[in-house]
């Protein structure tokens, strides 16, 4: 077993949804938590920054009075992911706010700073650090992180290449903290098989962006329900880092999804401008062939745990 955090070891379901650029809004993430799942948005979707705030507000005192009326069915914790790359001018504004309302879970994602997880540790946060391979995840830790997520091949958006196995195989070798792994996840016994692998918990994000909480244009949803794996396109051109993304909305902006330029990844950018691709080219993870429905996120929740107890059920 692992060793996990007080805010990670009572989950009522083994998922943490995984932050989605544009689309996770406190709407998403109250969902998810009531649901009995981590709900997590990244800092930069509040636009201006100083929206923050009153999202960090509307959340916590959402779940806390839901869990004064539901002493017996608490909600789960959230998450708020942090872009710990320079060209994010907001990091240090975004980070205190969390510190001020004492956000349960920090994400870092590309970039493992000591000061980051410091602050969290401050007030008693966790922080969940995403990395694509064993050598990033050495240094997470070192650097202070409480717990890893395993970005293997065919998770949405930036995207690793390593198989789940192989990746979660390498990690549990010397770490026995808490383990997420992210890539193709979108049923009940894809969350079953990730614990047997070895991790903690199933890391889920395009899934949700076919939920009616989700801040995502309708065609955006229908494209998720009416797409499988073969429909994903791995490309670095769209922001520096390489992910995955639905080709019809690379051939709805003109281009041609299989004969995509290679991106310079030190003009990496993940505000300004650039966050504009992200609202015509859709990240998206390969394993969107189990997404047959738009439904709320608390519908998909119950129907993974449908799933996960069959899967398990199966195996007895």
């Known amino acids: 077993m692992s060793k996990l955090p007080a805010a990670l070891a009572h989950l009522p379901f083994p998922v943490i949804g995984s932050p989605l650029f544009i689309i996770s809004t406190p709407k998403l993430v109250i969902a998810q938590c009531i649901a009995g799942v981590v709900g997590s948005m990244p800092a930069l979707n ?7 705030e009153d999202w960090l507000i509307e959340i916590t005192e959402t779940l806390a009075a839901y869990n004064k009326a539901h002493p017996d069915k608490p909600a789960a914790p959230f998450a708020i992911n942090q872009i710990v790359h320079k060209s994010n001018d907001r990091l240090e504004h975004d980070m205190a706010m969390c510190v001020k309302y004492k956000v349960p879970i920090i994400i870092t994602s590309l970039g493992a700073r000591e000061e980051i ?16 391979n064993n050598k990033h995840a050495h240094k997470a830790i070192e650097k202070g992180a409480d717990g890893l997520i395993a970005v293997a091949a065919g998770a949405g958006g930036h995207a690793g290449e390593k198989s789940p196995f192989a990746l979660i195989q390498e990690i549990r070798q010397w770490f026995d903290g808490p383990l997420a792994l992210s890539g193709s996840i979108a049923s009940g016994g894809a969350v079953l098989a990730a614990q047997a692998m070895g991790a903690d918990f199933a890391y889920i994000g395009s899934a949700f962006i076919a939920t009616e909480e989700a801040r995502a244009a309708q065609e955006y949803k229908e494209c998720i329900v009416s797409s499988n794996s073969d429909d994903i396109v791995y490309s670095n051109l769209f922001t520096g880092v390489h992910g995955n993304y639905l080709a019809p909305s690379i051939v709805n902006a003109g281009m041609d999804p299989h004969n995509l330029p290679e991106s310079d990844p030190s003009k990496m950018n993940f505000g300004g401008d650039k966050s504009k691709a992200w609202k015509d080219i859709w990240g998206c993870g390969q394993g969107i062939g189990a997404i047959d429905k738009i439904q709320s996120a608390g519908d998909f929740v ?3 745990k449908r ?6 059920a199966r195996l007895a």
Do not use: M
């Open 117 to 132: 997880n410091e602050a969290a540790h401050s007030y008693g946060g966790v922080v969940l650090h995403d990395v694509i």
């Open 302 to 304: 119950a129907q993974l």
């Open 307 to 312: 799933e996960y107890a069959s899967a398990k």
């Open 46 to 52: 509040a636009r201006p920054a100083e929206q923050l």
